[in-house]
């Protein structure tokens, strides 16, 4: 849905709210995913149907987490089937989350559901949780969370980005050899080991790593043209590539006769095509 007012709505048992889906909407939202669940809450006599299809009125996407909880609760036959049939639909908009449940309780809830790919969030939490529904939900913005945590412009440790469950398949060679120039170009502004690098990439889906590696590779070319040519010391070079990964986010390099001549270069170099002769 275009222009909806959220990005994702969560649909749930109410039991689950407090121990799940109040800290798994905490870090959707500090994620920056716009995130309903307050009337999502669904208790005994609530209708599974037509709590989604509000959200889905409202939202672009509905995760629906599936829990003891909600599985016991006595649906009717059309409550679910309704759920099925959105979940399979040309366009997927419905993201199952299993919470303490395994495939074998989910079948008996419902076979078709019990056959579509759900994120088991009971060994990896509301935060882990969140991260895959931002992988699903807003592939782009997923990608630019490396560039984000470079640039110091989310919160989050870079411990918590780290877990292998939501790791992609391998990168090719070519990739590789394109990211490790742009760690070694960085290095000394921002160091990474290999293993850390390697896994920030492979967190992105694959139509969008190729993207990503171009938008660094700019901004290690960039960096090392500019800190060359004005030799700037290791203060500036830290506060370039901060400009320079700011760009990338939405901030431009400022380019008013009142900056430094580096920092209006660095504006300039960025935004230049290249010569091809």
């Not at 709210?17 to 669904?42: C, I, N």
Request: glycine share 4%; with cysteine.
């Amino acid at each position: 849905m275009l222009n909806a007012r959220y990005d994702l709505f969560i649909s749930h048992a109410s039991e689950d709210k407090e121990e799940f889906v109040r800290p798994l909407a905490a870090s959707l939202m500090q994620l920056g995913v716009k995130t309903w669940y307050d009337e999502h809450s669904l208790a005994m006599g609530d209708s599974l149907s037509g709590s989604i299809d509000k959200g889905l009125q409202e939202s672009n996407y509905g995760l629906v987490v599936l829990s003891p909880s909600f599985l016991n609760k006595p649906w009717p036959e059309y409550e679910f089937r309704s759920l099925v049939t959105l979940e399979i639909g040309e366009r997927k908009r419905i993201l199952p989350v299993w919470y303490h449940v395994d495939r074998s309780k989910v079948m008996r809830f419902s076979p078709h559901l019990a056959d579509r790919y759900a994120f088991d969030a009971t060994d990896k939490g509301p935060f882990l949780t969140a991260l895959e529904a931002l992988r699903v939900t807003k592939p782009e913005a997923y990608a630019r969370l490396y560039r984000m945590h470079a640039a110091e412009r989310i919160s989050i440790p870079r411990e918590k980005l780290a877990p292998n469950p939501l790791l992609g398949p391998p990168l090719t060679q070519p990739q590789l050899r394109r990211i490790r120039f742009i760690r070694e170009a960085l290095m000394d502004v921002f160091p990474q080991s290999w293993n850390e690098t390697v896994t920030s990439f492979r967190r992105d889906l694959p139509p969008y790593r190729d993207g990503e590696i171009e938008v660094w590779e700019c901004v290690a070319g960039t960096y090392l043209r500019i800190a060359r040519k004005f030799a700037l010391d290791r203060k500036r070079r830290k506060d370039l590539f901060e400009l320079l990964i700011g760009d990338t986010l939405g901030t431009p390099i400022p380019n008013d006769p009142g900056q430094p001549d580096w920092v209006r270069a660095a504006s300039v170099e960025f935004r230049s095509e290249l010569p091809n002769e």
